[in-house]
């Protein structure tokens, strides 16, 4: 039996994941994924493969109020830091931004949560809210300020897997995934691309590449070598577009919408 163990939302591109019991899937994604974003002064995106402090960010945003506390790290710590309880706006300036250098827009969300965002990390920069349309790179969807796809799917026996092999075992956040299954057996999700979770249904569509990123404490944003160094041993991939990189997880677009709740019961439906 395969089985949802763990559902995710990045509200703030790059910042720390929200846990969910349940997730309403929209054609972006779960509601309001990376839904936010910072950018550099020459409007593009930041992220913590420059700034791995963002890792410490921990947003929640339920539509109306973006709030961002500080989690542990070196100064200034969190306990230096009074959280951000930001009112969103959608009527604000619409910027034109890139996400890998690929053009989108946002709507500037003001110079307080600017001053914010640039206190805290170190570096200036502006929070943006997206507006406006991304396709996907390939299947024909749609995405907000997410790197390419809606969804990444991963499974708790490829992380079992990959950690028999570190010396010391990694968390499933260094991964960042949307939803995290179990009972697909390790790299099952390789193999798979339609799956079923009640009315919703997933199409697997690419292999995801990991970046630097994955070798960032997501606790502490310390920087060190794994998992990609042991990934790189026997997880190197040539996808069909030609993309070569280490791969872990399927990124995933949804055919069909609802919501997906921890404990449902998934079928492989191709």
Avoid at 62 to 90: F, I, N, Q, R
Avoid at 239 to 247: I, T
Wanted: glycine fraction near 10%; hydrophobic fraction near 35%; aromatic fraction near 4%.
């Amino acid at each position: 039996m395969i089985v949802v163990v763990e559902l995710n939302v990045y509200p703030l591109k790059s910042g720390g994941g929200t846990p969910l019991s349940s997730a309403e899937l929209l054609p972006e994604g779960f509601r309001h994924d990376r839904e936010f974003m910072l950018v550099r002064p020459d409007m593009r995106h930041l992220s913590q493969r420059e700034t791995p402090r963002m890792a410490l960010l921990r947003p929640s945003y339920g539509g109306v109020k973006l709030t961002v506390e500080l989690a542990g790290g070196v100064a200034p710590s969190a306990s230096d830091v009074t959280p951000l309880a930001h009112v969103a706006h959608s009527d604000g300036p619409v910027v034109d931004v890139t996400v890998h250098g690929k053009p989108c827009q946002g709507i500037d969300q003001g110079d307080e949560a600017a001053e914010w965002f640039t206190d805290v990390l170190g570096r200036e920069c502006r929070l943006m809210r997206f507006t406006g349309r991304r396709p996907t790179g390939t299947g024909g969807g749609t995405v907000a300020y997410a790197d390419g796809y809606p969804l990444l799917v991963t499974s708790v026996e490829s992380l079992d897997e990959l950690n028999s092999r570190l010396d010391e075992p990694l968390p499933m956040n260094r991964f960042r995934p949307s939803i995290v299954l179990e009972g697909l057996g390790a790299w099952g999700e390789d193999s798979v691309r339609l799956l079923r979770v009640g009315g919703v249904e997933l199409e697997l569509v690419k292999p995801c590449t990991r970046c630097v990123i994955t070798t960032t404490d997501q606790e502490t944003a310390v920087k060190a070598r794994e998992p990609l160094r042991t990934l790189a041993t026997y997880r190197t991939q040539t996808l069909p577009d030609g993309e070569r990189g280490v791969v872990f997880g399927q990124n995933a677009i949804p055919r069909t919408l609802g919501t997906i709740t921890v404990g449902d019961t998934v079928t492989v439906a191709d």
